[in-house]
Nanobody, 123 residues
Framework: QVQLVESGGGLVQAGGSLRLSCAAS????????MGWFRQAPGKEREFVAI????????YYIESVKGRFTISRDNAKNTLYLQMNSLKPEDTAVYYC????????????????WGQGTQVTVSS
């Protein structure tokens, strides 16, 4: 199992950018597809994006498509989420998670989770 630690969250004005990082421990990072989820206060955890083991394939929810970019560096055991043109509705705690199946979209399909990093977008 892989241990995950997110970083890079913060407070930003609408239209700004942030880059989240997710550092993974262990040698098995490259064996997992990796995803980002977010959870706003009072709302369910929402799938945001996923990247395949090799990084060749990605998938995004419609609301972030064209604004967010998921990427990974398997040599550094690190997952990234570049977030541009941020909107107040992007405000949430962002989590990275690992799954054995690239087609996973439900949070219950992901076996390892980080502790989360807060992203707050002011209007």
């Amino acid at each position: 199992q892989v241990q995950l630690v997110e970083s890079g969250g913060g407070l930003v004005q609408a239209g700004g950018s942030l880059r989240l990082s997710c550092a993974a421990s262990g040698r098995t990072f490259r064996n997992y597809a990796m995803g980002w989820f977010r959870q706003a206060p009072g709302k369910e955890r929402e799938f945001v994006a996923i990247i395949s083991r090799s990084g060749d394939s990605t998938y995004y929810i419609e609301s972030v498509k064209g604004r967010f970019t998921i990427s990974r560096d398997n040599a550094k055991n690190t997952l990234y989420l570049q977030m541009n043109s941020l909107k107040p509705e992007d405000t949430a705690v962002y989590y990275c998670a690992a799954t054995s199946t690239y087609g996973s979209r439900r949070w219950t399909d992901f076996r390892s989770w980080g502790q989360g990093t807060q992203v707050t977008v002011s209007s």
